[in-house]
């Protein structure tokens, strides 16, 4: 059963914007976390931003260009990319932390930046 969906990824010129959706299913309950990860080829995968209701971060790479949203009420979480790079290419992967400690994580979605 899949438990996050993510939409919005796809390929933009340099200095584009993307914004990056993610729904946590219905059935989920109790969230504490929502944020996104990401994995470019030959790296690590990092925490690009989080949102929990200590508030959000940013990883530094993206600070002043993305900004993590959510809606609580629909359970969903956004990343709003603007001022693209080349850099911020990989995919990307919406992550939720529910009380419990529990992890759920999404299939990941392409974003490439083209130079």
């Known amino acids: 059963q899949v438990q996050l969906v993510e939409s919005g990824g796809g390929l933009v010129q340099a200095g584009g914007s993307l914004r990056l959706s993610c729904a946590a299913s219905?059935?989920?309950?109790?969230?504490?976390?929502m944020g996104w990860y990401r994995q470019a080829p030959g790296r690590q995968r990092e925490l690009v931003a989080g949102i929990s209701n200590s508030g959000a971060s940013y990883a530094d790479s993206v600070k002043g260009r993305f900004t993590i949203s959510r809606d609580n009420a629909k359970k969903m979480v956004y990343l709003e990319m603007n001022s693209l790079k080349p850099e911020d290419t990989a995919v990307y992967y919406c992550?939720?932390?529910?009380?419990?400690?529990?992890?759920?994580w999404g299939q990941g979605t392409q974003v490439t930046v083209a130079s």
């Open positions: 992550n939720v932390i529910v009380g419990l400690g529990y992890y759920y």
């Open positions: 219905t059935t989920i309950f109790s969230i504490n976390f």
